[in-house]
């Protein structure tokens, strides 16, 4: 499973864009990348996932470069309510059953 | 369609004693992976289970721990003679199928403490 590096902390206001930026150097072909959030004593939550190019929804976008060892999570115009922690992951099926690795993630704060 | 459920939310075990995790996924799920969190720390994966089966356990320590998702009710995460160390929060998660295109749902965790 390709390792993945994060900044360990972004502080932004309200009504900002925030960008947080994932680096997987080893991605493999078929690895998708996947972001999730987790807000203190409850468990992540998904927000977004994508293989190539961009992938947006209601939540955030997701860009990825054409060599896909990078990726940007995008929140558009964050409120109090995002501060949490934001981890990336890497992976895909193997014979063996795929399994989720997280890392330390990304403490974002927001403030007023 | 009722959420990953998770139960007791908090539990408080003296050293020595065991602890009985549970988890019921989200309806029509077969897929449940456990993971472990300590505090200002990343989910660590334990196990990875289908239905009687065990697919990859190699997050799971070696001696003490034990994981079980039967036919009929929950899956099940046994920890023996439980070590301060132990404490954590233990968080499952279910998916439908073995795809990474499938997300995984999280419960609300289990709260371990041991004293």
């Known amino acids: 499973l390709a390792k993945t590096t994060q900044p360990i902390s972004m502080d932004s206001y309200e009504g900002q864009e925030v960008n947080i930026t994932c680096s997987h150097n080893?991605?493999?072909?078929?690895?998708?990348i996947t972001w999730y959030q987790q807000f203190p004593s409850q468990g992540p939550r998904f927000i977004i996932q994508g293989y190539k190019t961009k992938v947006t929804n209601e939540v955030a976008s997701l860009f990825i470069p054409a060599d896909r060892k990078s990726s940007t999570l995008s929140l558009p115009r964050v409120s109090l309510s995002d501060t949490a922690v934001y981890y990336c992951?890497?992976?895909?099926?193997?014979?063996?059953?795929?399994?989720?690795?997280f890392g330390a993630g990304t403490r974002l704060f927001v403030k007023a | 369609n009722a959420g990953v459920m998770q139960n007791p939310r908090h539990l408080v075990r003296r050293r020595g004693q065991e602890a009985r995790l549970r988890c019921s996924p989200m309806?029509?799920?077969?897929?449940v992976y456990w993971y472990r969190q300590l505090p200002e720390e990343g989910l660590k994966f334990m196990v990875y289970?289908?239905?009687?089966?065990?697919?990859?356990e190699s997050g799971m320590p070696k001696e003490r721990f034990s994981a079980e998702f039967p036919k009929e009710g929950p899956s099940i995460l046994r920890i023996q003679q439980v070590v301060r160390g132990d404490s954590a929060a233990y968080f499952c998660a279910s998916s439908p199928q073995q795809d990474l295109t499938d997300e995984q749902y999280f419960g609300p965790g289990t709260r371990l403490t041991v004293t």
């Open positions: 080893n991605i493999a072909t078929n690895d998708y």
């Open positions: 992951l890497v992976g895909t099926t193997n014979t063996g059953g795929f399994k989720t690795i």
């Open positions: 309806k029509g799920h077969s897929h």
């Open positions: 289970l289908q239905k009687e089966n065990i697919i990859d």
